[in-house]
């Protein structure tokens, strides 16, 4: 018999059925941000939409979105793969947050606390470390911080190693398939995700939601190859217009150099090809 597929903590649907328990939530929030003890959560949205205000602009949906009682609000995301993009998406979604947080007619000092949380399944930055914590300081004085409210956090879910930290020593250990029945928080999670798996109707739903996803990365994968090469044939023709003008193979290099999807090395090979 052949043996059904495991879903589970950080497939998508997964995460968000798990934490949509405030209790775990809560956990999950104090793994990231230790300092944070005294607060209780007042709403949990899981796949909010924030939408564009017209068709040109991107909209964006996140994962988990929480509210406290103090109306500062978190994000957090579970990500699987490796876009080598994440500073400049949590700087998008950290402008949707503040816009969604501040009423119009309000004024920015009424903008509350942000934390954008990024559970990742890889290390992003390759430094061993189990969480990487960001604040915007001067660049000459690390000591003078600006007070922008926000907090952005990068985990390292293939960590090893956590330094005086057991909560978020137990959330990554999770995101690895590792059990501890000892820890309540962790055992409500696997039970949460074994009934899951359990249940036929949303085994089902999760099969299907990533068959579409499947469809949508290979469908991009092959708009990018004739990208690629609709590129390449466009950059093959400015190649040859270069040659007639008389410049060299490698003043051409250098003014392309870095400026297309080629490599240095096949950059080198269209130069010396096109005549």
């Known amino acids: ?30 793994a990231a ?29 996140l994962d988990i979105l929480v509210k406290n009682n103090d109306g500062d609000l978190f994000d957090i995301e579970m990500q699987n793969a490796n876009e080598y993009n994440l500073g400049k998406r949590m700087r998008y979604y950290q402008s ?12 920015y000092n009424e903008l ?37 409210a926000s907090t952005k956090i ?3 879910g293939v960590a090893t190693y956590v330094e005086n930290n057991s909560k978020l020593l137990s959330i990554i250990k999770l995101m690895q398939g590792k059990s501890d029945f000892s820890n309540k928080y962790i055992n409500y999670a696997l039970d949460k995700i074994a009934q899951i798996n359990n249940d036929p109707k949303k085994r089902r739903i999760i099969m299907e939601y990533e068959t579409r996803l499947l469809e949508r990365e290979q469908y991009g ?9 609709d590129n390449i044939v466009t950059l093959s023709k400015k190649i040859k217009v270069l040659k007639s ?3 060299t193979d490698e003043e051409i290099y250098h003014r392309y150099k870095g400026n297309n999807s080629l490599s240095s090395e096949k950059l080198k090979e269209l130069i010396t090809l096109i005549n």
């Open 154 to 156: 990068i985990v390292n």
């Open 112 to 148: 509350k606390k942000t934390y954008i949380i990024f559970l990742c399944m890889f290390d992003y930055f390759n430094q061993g470390k189990a969480i990487y914590t960001f604040h915007e300081y001067e660049d000459s004085n690390k000591g003078l911080q600006l007070d922008t």
């Open 96 to 107: 949707r947050m503040d816009t969604f947080a501040l009423d119009s007619g309000s004024t």
């Open 245 to 247: 003008e008389g410049l």
């Open 1 to 30: 018999m052949e043996q059904k597929k495991w879903f589970g903590f950080n497939q998508d649907l997964v995460f968000g059925e798990v934490m949509k328990n405030k209790e775990f939530c809560k956990y999950v929030i104090q």
């Open 221 to 229: 994968e092959q708009k990018g190859i004739k990208q690629g090469e």
């Open 33 to 61: 941000i230790p300092k944070l003890q005294d607060f209780e959560i007042i709403s949990i949205e899981s796949q909010k939409e924030f939408k564009g205000t017209d068709a040109k602009e991107k909209g964006i949906r």
